[in-house]
């Protein structure tokens, strides 16, 4: 079993910054990859960012240039840099793993969601 715990949203001015991190805990062999999706009231959850074990990312047009995905492989951790914030970003980001455990099962995990709300 696999956990995904997410922590650092909350509630920034526009402009603003702020860094989401998301650690898997359990019973891992690999994480292939790691990202971030989030979903705005009203909206379907759409992809942020991902980045893969390899060093690849990936990210929606809407925050290229102002998001920044990293991952830290040893502490199977994950971050999600945010600068320039606008209203538009405000939603619950959630993290999400393509995980391999310990049995070589591949399988998909979510995060509870933390909440980013961008506003003056």
């Known amino acids: 079993q696999v956990q995904l715990v997410e922590s650092g949203g909350g509630l920034v001015q526009p402009g603003g910054s702020l860094r989401l991190s998301c650690a898997a805990s359990?019973?891992?062999?690999?994480?292939?990859?790691m990202g971030w999706y989030r979903q705005a009231p009203g909206k379907q959850r759409e992809l942020v960012a991902v980045a893969r074990s390899g060093g690849s990312t990936n990210y929606a047009d809407s925050v290229k240039g102002r998001f920044t995905i990293s991952r830290d492989n040893v502490k199977n951790t994950v971050y999600l840099e945010m600068n320039s914030l606008k209203p538009e970003d405000t939603a619950v980001y959630y993290c999400n793993a393509d995980v391999i455990d310990s049995d070589y099962e591949s399988f998909g995990s979510w995060g509870q969601g933390t909440q980013v709300t961008v506003s003056s």
């Open positions: 359990g019973s891992i062999f690999s994480i292939p990859s």
